[in-house]
């Protein structure tokens, strides 16, 4: 309803961001709120506005996907008297423009910035020493890390450093920290959902080289010669960066890294968001972050290996066969029907035949750094992978390993994590040679 004009208050608290409008006062008759007026033009649907532009002190804005959550005020029911106002709970706020919402694809380019970023990546400030004293020479102009096209997606990506100077407030003291940003401009203008979702990668991406969960700290997007500041409230998973956890790099080797993963087949980008989930989670328990890293390391595997060729023809002609031996042997057609589509993945290969073929990605020092041993290590994770996944089935102990449980998970998960960063690590180009220490002190640091 673009003719509909609303005042009211904008805050933005720990439960997000949250529009009230003005207090109205009535007798008697009722005025329907906007969300209302537009559940019963839009009949079944629940009431959400896309898009409401606005102006505040700082300039105008734009409120997305807002949704009516609640009706303050007071209501006399003897008099019929009544004030009221509408509270809107907004998923995102862009400070700066007005644009027709999340899925309009106007914005030309974005900046990103990340908690921590910075401190992994050379600072630009210079020491100089003198007789008497050390001179700090701190540029003022950014300095760029590195500027790459990336050819799959058709996205330019920029690193860039600035050193930022604050006053202390307690002594006046001059502070210096280098703050790392990166700009990502398509090719065609797009939508703040797709720069929200390159982000979401980045952010995956450097989580994955710093051995640290990071968060976007800021984002500001752009159309043309139009800047807004993106708010919106995100769940943050951030943990303090260790000099023992992260990869040491090049910028060579930084840039041709972020291009590989920027370059990965959508099918890969939900093995991503899984991988680094659980890569970037420290508080889940034993039994759920393995199904979780054991998940990753299968589906990682699927997106990364070549399939096995298989005559088609063959197959085919065989599950005829078979559907027609079930059908003489009078089998349940529902469990026939089941029969028949287990034989369709007849030829995948199995979680330990993928899980063994990863492990052989590694050299075997690295492996036996590690204190993996593919011949026991494969099948007791198997064994316990399947435990928990069909949780309620009696074990059997005849001839088969058996699942470990308590603190054993623990230590089965450290070689698990350490196992999937690495070839993470390697899919994007790293040499073994420079990821061996890290991987192996995630792999045995609580041994």
């Not at 959400?48 to 734009?62: E, L, N, Y």
């Not at 919106?232 to 590989?260: I, P």
């Not at 204190?371 to 994770?381: N, Q, S, Y």
Request: with cysteine.
């Amino acid at each position: 309803m673009p003719e509909h004009v609303l005042t009211g208050t904008l805050t933005n608290d720990d439960e997000g961001l949250t529009f009230t409008t003005s207090p109205r006062y009535g007798y008697r008759v009722r005025v329907d709120s906007l969300a209302s007026r537009m559940r019963l033009s839009e009949s079944g649907t629940v009431p959400r506005i896309p898009v409401m532009h606005g102006f505040s002190a700082d300039g105008i804005c734009t409120l997305c996907q807002l949704l009516e959550i609640e009706h303050p005020g007071l209501h006399d029911t003897a008099s019929g008297h009544w004030v009221e106002a509408n509270s809107y709970r907004a998923s995102v706020l862009v400070s700066g423009m007005h644009f027709g919402g999340m899925e309009d694809r106007t914005l030309t380019h974005a900046r990103f910035t990340f908690t921590g970023l910075g401190e992994w990546l050379p600072g630009p400030p210079t020491e100089v020493w003198e007789t008497e004293h050390i001179v700090l020479k701190i540029p003022l102009n950014e300095h760029e890390v590195f500027s790459l096209g990336v050819r799959e997606t058709l996205v330019h990506v920029s690193l860039k450093i600035v050193s930022e100077i604050k006053s202390n407030e307690d002594d006046g003291s001059r502070i210096t920290r280098p703050v790392a940003f990166i700009e990502i401009q398509s090719v065609e203008p797009e939508s703040l959902n797709w720069y929200f979702a390159i982000g979401n990668r980045l952010e995956n991406f450097f989580s994955l080289l710093l051995g640290a969960s990071l968060a976007m700290e800021t984002l500001f997007v752009y159309r043309g010669e139009e800047a807004g500041h993106v708010v919106s409230k995100r769940r943050r998973v951030v943990e303090k960066m260790g000099a023992l956890d992260c990869v040491r790099c090049t910028t060579s080797q930084l840039a041709h890294a972020t291009a590989v993963w920027l370059s990965q087949p959508e099918e890969f980008r939900s093995v991503e968001n899984l991988a680094l989930g659980v890569l970037r989670k420290g508080d889940l328990f034993y039994e759920t972050e393995l199904l979780s890293l054991t998940q990753a390391l299968e589906g990682f595997h699927r997106v990364t290996s070549e399939p096995i060729p298989v005559d088609k023809a063959t197959l085919r002609r065989v599950r005829r066969s078979y559907a027609a031996l079930l059908r003489q042997e009078g089998v349940d057609e529902v469990l026939a029907s089941r029969l028949c589509a287990a034989m369709a993945h007849a030829n995948d290969p199995t979680f330990a035949s993928r899980l063994e073929n990863l492990c052989s990605r590694l050299s075997e020092f690295v492996l036996h750094q590690m204190g993996i041993e593919p011949t026991a290590f494969v099948p007791m994770v198997v064994a316990t992978r399947n435990f928990y996944t069909h949780a309620g089935n009696k074990v059997s102990s005849r001839g088969r390993v058996s699942p470990v449980s308590g603190s054993a998970v623990f230590f089965l998960n450290q070689k698990l994590r350490a196992l999937l960063r690495a070839v993470l690590l390697l899919h994007i180009g790293l040499p073994m040679e420079q990821i061996t220490g890290l991987v192996t002190r995630e792999a045995t640091r609580w041994r």
